[in-house]
């Protein structure tokens, strides 16, 4: 049998790209036991045979798992099977899904031996040095719910804890190859949507600076591609955020990417003119705006002004230079289906890169939880305890919801689409009504939840599109979306429905022999020759103008050495139809 672990850190992640910072911080906080504690992490896509014979493998005495709306049910099986292997392990949850109802997390779960409320780096030390040196008894220490003989003993709730005291985690990255870097520079929020666990806590703190630069530089001389802030609004100080962007600007690697969640009517001028010289992918933004609809606001106590918002994220956008998510919650307070669309219409105009439609999720602690009966908000009872309907949103119109969401994620967010998008907007009344029909449309013909090719999406848009336009007009369409495939990549078998390029043989040779001599436009390729140009670079013959929608022959040169850095689209020349002859 393996060496016997006293205490082992367990995180059970959604996906492997994940890491989970708060196994990582109790671990660091409890230095002076370092060696004496084991971390692991598993995902809930792995056999819970497996993550047992791990468990099991480490064989430790204590054994603490974190607890999040994606894993609890996970969680919940898992501890009944460790308990009967291990019967003499005290077995410890933390985090947000038990933190709020402690108490009856142990009536219903007599293996668990007790629960750590709310922040739990000074709770886990002192937990810690009772089960490793016997320090203190469970009695005295604050922030957790255990279990005394056939008793629950609840302790007060510890205070906050100075974010400054708690070590740096990524000292080793090794850990973290393949996977996303989350970093913490404040925490609580000075807001209080009723819908968030943060509204709960509001004791706003912040990371020393000086510790964050020099944290931030260790990302940026490891040239780790992404850091991702998990503060809940990253701007609400502006001094703090200020000093945070200039040191990144200062010290930019020109290849790591940071991750922050804002509030864009919060964005002063001062910022706003920061963010605009910034490296174009350098930092990008999550905005959650969640409705427009004022009554909707109100009542989840959130402070938003959607005109400022979209004048900042208007002007960001101007720059472009900034990757842009918006979020919208379906599901709240006095937003029926028709208020929804109007929301998701509003935020659309905005052309966000992603624009995230997502639900309700009743998470308990929050005040939403408590408001469910006056709301009629009817949940999901396991996890992630989503909306299925509420007094202003039937179940039904939840369901059509979900087509919309699906459809966004497909078209919009995948950015793959664009020039076709633009095009098909135009035959709606809205762009929610076009996302409706799709949704309406995959579902009668039985393509939802199926993993279909790109090419097949593109033809299945083209069977949508039938219902709409002559077979005339179908040919724009398609050229549309040949645009669309070659922005994306240079591909080397064309889809069935693509114009035929033999009869322009003649004419691509000339413009490529052309290139090679001037590289009048492709200066980048100089020191290559015709054959080479024309495999790097693809030259495509339209019939109608891919801007305007004008029918007006010309060429289209997709150069895939220069890429729009926020949707990843080869830079396009279009050329007289002269220009190649």
């Not at 969680?75 to 009856?104: C, M, Q």
């Not at 996977?179 to 990371?207: A, H, N, Q, T």
């Not at 802030?229 to 200062?250: E, G, P, Q, S």
């Not at 490529?512 to 020191?527: I, M, R, S």
Request: glycine fraction near 4%.
């Amino acid at each position: 049998m393996a060496e016997r672990k006293h205490i082992l850190l367990a995180a059970i992640n959604a996906k492997y790209i994940h890491s989970n910072l708060a196994v990582y911080s109790l671990k660091a906080y409890a230095k002076k036991y370092q060696d004496r504690i084991g971390l692991a992490e598993y995902t809930i896509n792995q056999n819970l045979d497996d993550i047992l014979k791990g468990i099991y493998r480490d064989h430790p005495e204590v054994l603490c798992i974190s607890c999040y709306i994606w894993n609890i049910s996970y969680v919940k099986n898992l501890i009944r099977e460790v308990h009967k292997v291990l019967p003499d392990t005290a077995i410890w949850l933390g985090g947000p899904e038990v933190s709020y109802d402690a108490r009856k997390v142990l009536e219903e779960h007599p293996e668990v031996t007790g629960v750590m409320k709310g922040e739990g780096e000074v709770t886990f030390l002192e937990l810690a040095g009772f089960y490793l040196e016997g320090i203190s008894e469970l009695a005295k220490i604050d922030g957790i719910t255990y279990r005394d003989g056939d008793q629950i003993q609840e302790n007060p709730w510890r205070g906050i804890t100075d974010l400054s005291t708690i070590p740096f985690v990524y000292k080793d990255l090794k850990k973290f190859e393949n996977r996303i870097i989350y970093y913490e520079s404040s925490r609580g929020c000075p807001f209080s949507c009723s819908y968030c666990l943060s509204s709960i806590d509001k004791k706003l703190r912040f990371r020393d600076l000086e510790l964050v630069k020099e944290e931030l530089q260790f990302f940026l001389d490891h040239n780790v591609p992404q850091v991702k802030f998990v503060d809940r609004t990253f701007n609400c100080k502006h001094d703090h955020a200020m000093a945070i962007w200039k040191y990144l600007i200062a010290h930019d690697n020109g290849i790591t990417n940071f991750h922050f969640e804002v509030a864009a009517d919060l964005l002063n001028e001062e910022e706003i003119a920061l963010i605009r010289t910034m490296r174009p992918g350098m930092i990008q933004l999550e905005i959650g705006v969640q409705s427009t609809n004022p009554d909707t606001i109100r009542e989840i106590h959130r402070k938003m002004d959607f005109a400022q918002v979209s004048e900042v994220v208007t002007r960001v956008q101007e720059g472009h230079n900034v990757h842009q998510h918006l979020d919208l919650i379906a599901g709240l307070p006095y937003e029926d289906y028709t208020s929804f669309a109007k929301s998701f219409c509003d935020v659309y105009r905005l052309r966000p890169q992603q624009l995230q439609l997502g639900f309700l999720k009743m998470l308990k602690g929050s005040f939403m939880y408590q408001a469910a009966p006056e709301y009629g908000c009817v949940c999901q009872s396991r996890e992630p305890y989503e909306v299925l309907y509420t007094k202003w949103l039937p179940y039904e119109d939840v369901l059509r919801l979900k087509l919309v969401e699906e459809m966004v994620e497909v078209y919009y967010n995948s950015n793959q689409f664009g020039k076709t998008l633009l095009a098909i907007e135009k035959l709606f009344d809205n762009p929610f009504a076009l996302y409706e029909a799709l949704g309406v449309f995959y579902d009668k013909k039985g393509y939802m939840n199926i993993s279909h090719t790109r090419i097949r999406r593109y033809e299945i848009l083209q069977e949508f599109l039938q219902e709409y336009v002559e077979e005339e007009q179908m040919e724009y369409y398609r050229q549309l979306m040949i645009y669309d495939l070659y922005a994306r990549e240079n591909m080397k078998t064309r889809p069935a429905w693509a114009k035929d390029l033999k009869a322009y043989k003649r004419e691509i040779r000339q413009f490529y022999l052309k290139e090679e001599e001037t590289h009048a436009y492709l200066p980048e390729y100089a020191g290559y020759d015709e054959k080479q140009l024309a495999r790097m670079t693809h030259l495509e013959r339209m019939d109608y103008d891919p801007d305007t929608g004008a029918r007006e022959a010309c060429w289209i040169l997709f150069d895939y050495r220069s890429r729009d850095v926020l949707t990843y689209d080869a830079k396009t020349v279009k050329l007289p139809v002269v220009d190649i002859m």
